[in-house]
């Protein structure tokens, strides 16, 4: 079984804080992503990874940035946190190549900017 | 115009009814399509891909109107379990196809 973590489920963070978000895969997936999800507003792509050291902005990037060090791990980092960008966050990954193919998803981080 | 358009519902229906969303795509460059699932406060799971043939899994069954640009799902008999968020997902075109496009989901709730 494909198993995608992500380092919280509930983070509180204070305004202007540096806030890293973690995500780990066990399946050897070539590419990662991650996405926020507000009420109304569905899921949105901020970055994605196909490769170690490799990123591609999403729909919605500013404010984000992303770390690829490994091939099991991406890391998103919200860089000054502001109030809008509190939401769920959840990491997905999947296999390369250039087929799209299922993404599997962590289990989320609420987080909340106050 | 939204890339993937899906009515929100609430869709409430009672256990055994046979329920059917739609979903309708912008890019006629997609080609790959998916139903995932969503429990409530859990994250998003694939239920299944959908084939331009048309494709059934137990209850449920996928179709695909690429001349319309509209998947729809059928559930069938539902069940209590069944209640959940569905997104209708598409690949779009940008990098060699690996991004997917998520709706914004429909609800259903299955009642007693």
């Known amino acids: 079984d494909v198993k995608v973590t992500q380092s919280s489920r509930y983070l509180v963070k204070r305004t202007g804080e540096k806030v890293f978000l973690e995500c780990v895969q066990d399946?050897?997936?070539?590419?990662m992503f991650w996405y926020r999800q507000d009420p109304g507003l569905g899921l949105r792509l901020i970055y994605f990874s196909y490769d170690v050291k490799m990123k591609e902005k999403g729909d919605i990037p500013e404010g984000y940035s992303v770390s690829r060090e490994k091939k099991e791990r991406f890391s998103l980092i919200l860089e000054s946190a502001s109030t809008n960008q509190t939401s769920m966050y959840l990491c997905?990954?999947?296999?390369?190549?250039?087929?799209?193919?299922?993404?599997?998803f962590g289990p989320g981080t609420r987080l909340t900017v106050l | 115009r939204k890339e993937v358009e899906q009515d929100p519902g609430p869709f409430n229906v009672p256990e055994g009814a046979t329920v059917a969303f739609n979903c309708t795509y912008s890019?006629?460059?997609?080609?790959?399509f998916f139903w995932y699932r969503q429990d409530c406060r859990k994250e998003p799971k694939l239920l299944m891909s959908?084939?331009?043939s048309g494709n059934e899994d137990g209850r449920f069954t996928a179709q695909l109107n690429r001349a319309s640009q509209y998947i729809s799902l059928l559930i069938r008999d539902s069940k209590l379990s069944d209640s959940a968020t569905y997104l209708c997902?598409?690949?779009?075109?940008?990098?060699?196809?690996?991004?997917?496009?998520f709706g914004g989901g429909t609800r259903l709730m299955v009642k007693p």
């Open positions: 997902v598409v690949n779009n075109d940008r990098n060699a196809g690996n991004m997917l496009t």
């Open positions: 959908v084939y331009s």
């Open positions: 890019n006629s460059a997609s080609q790959s």
């Open positions: 399946m050897d997936h070539e590419n």
């Open positions: 997905a990954s999947s296999w390369g190549g250039t087929v799209a193919d299922t993404q599997y």
